[in-house]
Nanobody, 117 residues
Framework: QVQLVESGGGLVQPGGSLRLSCAAS????????MGWHRQAPGKQRELVAR???????KYAESVKGQFTISRDNAKNTVYLQMNSLKPEDTAVYYC???????????WGQGTQVTVSS
């Protein structure tokens, strides 16, 4: 069983930056594909980014060049660096963990990101 706890969300002005963190329990973190999803008000949940155990990454087209996913296996933590934030990035952001690039077996509770002036 893997538990995921997100942190780092909050209110930021357009153009600002935030870094989300996701701390995972369990000794097999390093073998999991980790990801970030988001759900904006009135919209479906969408994949933002994934990172494999070896560090290969995949991004949604909408965030390429703007967001960066990374991981520290020694700290059992995955990060999402978000730059040049826009109001349309406002959403609840969820950390996920899975065994493949297409599975999300575990979900965190989510952290709210609000981009507004």
């Amino acid at each position: 069983q893997v538990q995921l706890v997100e942190s780092g969300g909050g209110l930021v002005q357009p153009g600002g930056s935030l870094r989300l963190s996701c701390a995972a329990s369990g000794s097999i973190f390093s073998s999991y594909v980790m990801g970030w999803h988001r759900q904006a008000p009135g919209k479906q949940r969408e994949l933002v980014a994934r990172i494999t155990s070896g560090g290969s990454t995949k991004y949604a087209e909408s965030v390429k060049g703007q967001f960066t996913i990374s991981r520290d296996n020694a700290k059992n933590t995955v990060y999402l660096q978000m730059n040049s934030l826009k109001p349309e990035d406002t959403a609840v952001y969820y950390c996920t963990g899975g065994t493949t690039m297409t599975s999300d077996n575990y979900w965190g509770q989510g952290t709210q990101v609000t981009v507004s002036s």
